[in-house]
């Protein structure tokens, strides 16, 4: 029978199935981090029940670490709690824990891929929603609640109902300056934030053959914020030369017959999928976001919508409310909005890729006076290539802060947070209310186009960029 | 996990879509290590002013949704996070039963796993209740998971879906991760077959 990605990477994890039950899948990959965790472990301590398979776990401190010097301690001391038991917690069950010190550590998300621990046709889980992004590579992977890690770390198992697929079909060139964070932008807008629940989307087509790594992790990353499962994208050349060299992956040849494995996983021709949906992006503008969920979102070029434009009543007052916290009057031309603070970070965008795209739009330019700009690498080894590269030097001249890495004003758990009132361009994944500091107003977008909002102190259509 | 009973309570309404977890539980009290405790920073932006004080207009601080059992939502509740600290903080306010069109699947999942029963149901029935709740003051539901029905004593019945694997696990009060265990040589069987092709 031919089969789609999905159905070949979840038939190979299923341990043990009876009808009318979810299916025992196996978990290869458990990654783990501070935040949704601490009650997982306290878990296994009360029922006296061990970690089955710490060698598949691996564990590093990114949500709440402060990106400023790594030297002085954590002044928050509930966030310095909750790291130090995640440390305590690594050492008891003998699980590999980055820790803040650690060359390696960085955003979870990150930091899989850029050690060869995210491989093809793997299943891969974390206490976090966003690990969606892994699905890059071809694997299977998700986000779970802290019961769900709990399970994880006593079992290396889950019990899961078979999700439905969907397939995204992407046809057309992305012109200049737009990228796979526009791309995911528009799938959502056109979706909507629950246009995939209860779905495993396969990104296909073209464009997304296309794409590097680094921009298929950004489209995989925001899946969840289409409401799907699981976002995925069957693995190619592309994939396997990433993979190749990296600490965790393969050796010599090991790895060539892990590619002949990898080679099987693509969707097979006629395979039938639950849904499908087909796009065309080559006259795609870059998106902005412009309301408090990631489905309102707009061309660059477009204005800020008037609540007329929305037939349904639930979206009209929804749209309303929306407005009335980003302080924006219907009608407003987007490249009108003025910003606060221009964040270039998060597991969606904090890759070198990203960096260096950001770079190329600043080099020789400064930061709009009244203009806070940061740039928090993914990782402390995107970090120190960035420096190698020279990057950090053209951010730093242009009146940018470079930090250290976390996952910083995306959630705002750490110091970096906007203030009541702020307005940011951001090139993290969620817009909600309060979610970069209460009061704070988020506006989604590439890499690019917040580099260059940062030097106008507004929003610019990038097309128009000269770099 | 306790066991759910049949439920009756007040039903509290909110009537906005797109709930998401970064509301249910702002993230500055995600920080702390415990399970319990969490009730009291539930909605916590948009049920307190910033000066701290009641936000009047905020619609779980009416009077007569105090003690409710019940959460009556917009469709696709529990969007966005992963953070289990949602259902937490929801259950140790009170709520047992979230109603809506619709839920996140991963707050949907997360919902079971502590003893709570999320309700889906069509727009067109849940505007009913909406409309329900706004008409009666202290309007109440029982909920019978057994027969998977909603009654609110005054004529009113609607049926209900739910997987009967879940509705078997809150029954009964299933410990997941003991179910799991029981199927061991399953799991050495499927790992020592890895371990084989590889």
Sequence with gaps: MEKTLFEKIWDN?????????????????????????????????????KVRRPELTLATVDHNVPTTDRSLPIVDPTSRLQVETLAQNCAEFEIPFYDLQSPQQGIVHVIGPELGVTQPGMTIVCGDSHTSTHGAFGSLAFGIGTSEVEHVLATQCLQQVSPATFRIEVDGSLSHGVTAKDLILYIIRTIGTDGATGSVVEYTGPTVRALSMEERMTVCNMSIEAGARAGMISPDEVTYSYVEGRPSAPKGQQFQEAVERWRKLPTDADAV???????????????????????????????????????????????????????????????????????????????????????????????????????????????????????????????????????????????????????????SNRNFEGRQGRGGRTHLVSPEMAAAAAIKGRFVDIREWDY | MEPFAEQKGVVAALDRVNVDTDQIIPKQFLKRIERTGFGQFLFF??????????????????????????????????????????????????????????????????????????????????????????GTRGYQLSIDLERQTITDGHGLILRFEVESFRRDALLRGLDDIGLTLQQEDKIEAFEARRRAAH
Aim: with cysteine.
């Design chain 2, 45 to 134: 932006d948009w049920k307190f002013l910033a000066d701290g004080s009641l936000n009047p207009d905020f619609e779980l601080n009416r009077e007569e949704f105090e003690g409710a059992t019940i959460l009556l939502a917009g469709a696709n509740f529990g969007c966005g996070s992963s953070r289990e600290h949602a259902p937490w903080s929801l259950l140790d306010y009170g709520f047992r039963v979230i109603i809506a069109p619709s839920f996140a699947d991963i707050f949907f999942n997360n919902c079971f796993k502590n003893g709570m029963l999320p309700i889906r149901l069509p727009q067109a029935e849940v505007d009913r209740l909406f409309e329900r709740v706004e």
């Design chain 1, 273 to 427: 999928f639950d849904r499908e949906l087909r796009l065309e992006v080559s006259e795609l503008p870059p998106q902005v976001s412009w309301g408090t969920s990631p489905g309102m979102v707009t061309d660059v070029d477009g204005n800020v919508p008037t609540l007329d434009s929305f037939a349904d009543e639930n979206a009209r007052r929804a749209a309303e409310r929306a407005l009335e916290y980003m302080g924006l009057e219907p009608g407003t031309a987007m490249q009108e909005v003025q910003l606060d603070l221009v964040f270039i970070g998060s597991c969606t965008n904090s890759r070198i890729e990203d960096l260096r795209n950001a770079a190329k739009v600043v080099r020789g330019r400064s930061v709009a006076s009244g203009v806070e700009a940061l740039v928090v690498p993914g990782s402390q080894q995107i970090k120190k290539q960035a420096e190698a590269e020279g990057l950090d030097e053209i951010f730093r001249r242009a009146g940018f802060e470079w930090r250290e890495a976390g996952c910083s004003m995306c959630l705002a758990m750490n110091p970096d947070t906007l203030s009541p009132g702020q307005r940011s361009a951001s090139t």
């Design chain 1, 13 to 49: 994890h299923v341990v043990f199935e009876e009808p009318g039950k979810p299916a025992l899948l196996y978990i290869d990959c458990h990654l783990v981090h501070e935040v949704t965790s601490p009650q997982a472990f306290e878990g296994l301590r009360l029922s006296g029940r």
